[in-house]
Antibody
Framework: EVQLVESGGGLVQPGGSLRLSCAAS????????MDWVRQAPGKGLEWIGR??????????EYAASVRGRFTVSRDDSRNSLYLQMNSLKTEDTAVYYC????????????WGQGTMVTVSS | DIQLTQSPSFLSASVGDRVTITCRAS??????LAWYQQKPGKAPNLLIY???TLQSGVPSRFSGSGSGTEFTLTISSLQPEDFATYYC?????????FGQGTRLEI
């Protein structure tokens, strides 16, 4: 079964750090670009970052709201995607989803179930 | 950044109705437009990509069309399981953005 499973969410104080993980299974992880999307409580979807595949040199893209604070990375040997979040703010409180980019399809065809991050003192 | 504006933001309809949701982009996005359905407490689910390509397993009552800056998602005959929130998304350039969502309720 093709699936993505996020982990690592929780409660963190403002200014703190957290690392999310996304474990992939059922497909050739190394071939796909991978993304992180978040959703604040009661709000819409916000794309926050991408890491491309090895063929594209693992290059990254970020939304302005997280650039310089968040880092997207991957370990193809572990079929895993990561989101390192530093200098967290209360407005980063959200459910964080990892998603697979459909090769050549320009869309996200597989999503994880999400992990909740709460930034609060 | 490319802004996506969905209309309406809220839609009340009945089982069997035909409904259309519009997504307008602030500039041209070629055909790199996708539609997702999201139910409460669940991850989004891909319905349509590249403007009009139906994702595998998605019922044929869903269809997409459009070009340039205006795109539509149509549900030909609403079923009870279709009541959800729908988002459009562009992948023409960075940052990737989503529309604000359209909540479809009975």
């Amino acid at each position: 079964e093709v699936q993505l499973v996020e982990s690592g969410g929780g409660l963190v104080q403002p200014g703190g750090s957290l690392r999310l993980s996304c474990a992939a299974s059922g497909f050739t992880f190394s071939l796909h670009h991978m993304d992180w999307v978040r959703q604040a409580p009661g709000k819409g979807l916000e794309w926050i970052g991408r890491v491309r595949n090895k063929a594209n040199s693992y290059t990254t893209e970020y939304a302005a709201s997280v650039r310089g604070r968040f880092t997207v990375s991957r370990d193809d040997s572990r079929n895993s995607l990561y989101l390192q979040m530093n200098s967290l703010k209360t407005e980063d409180t959200a459910v964080y989803y990892c998603a697979r980019d459909l090769s050549g399809g320009y869309c996200f065809d597989i999503w994880g179930q999400g992990t909740m991050v709460t930034v609060s003192s | 950044d490319i802004q996506l504006t969905q209309s309406p933001s809220f839609l009340s309809a009945s089982v069997g109705d035909r409904v259309t949701i519009t997504c307008r982009a602030s500039q041209g996005i070629n055909s790199y437009l996708a539609w997702y359905q999201q139910k409460p407490g669940k991850a989004p689910n891909l319905l349509i990509y590249a403007t009009s390509t139906l994702q595998s397993g998605v019922p044929s009552r869903f269809s997409g069309s459009g070009s340039g800056t205006e795109f539509t998602l149509t549900i030909s005959s609403l079923q009870p399981e279709d009541f959800a929130t729908y988002y459009c998304q562009h992948l023409n350039s960075y940052p990737i953005t989503f529309g604000q969502g359209t909540r479809l309720e009975i």
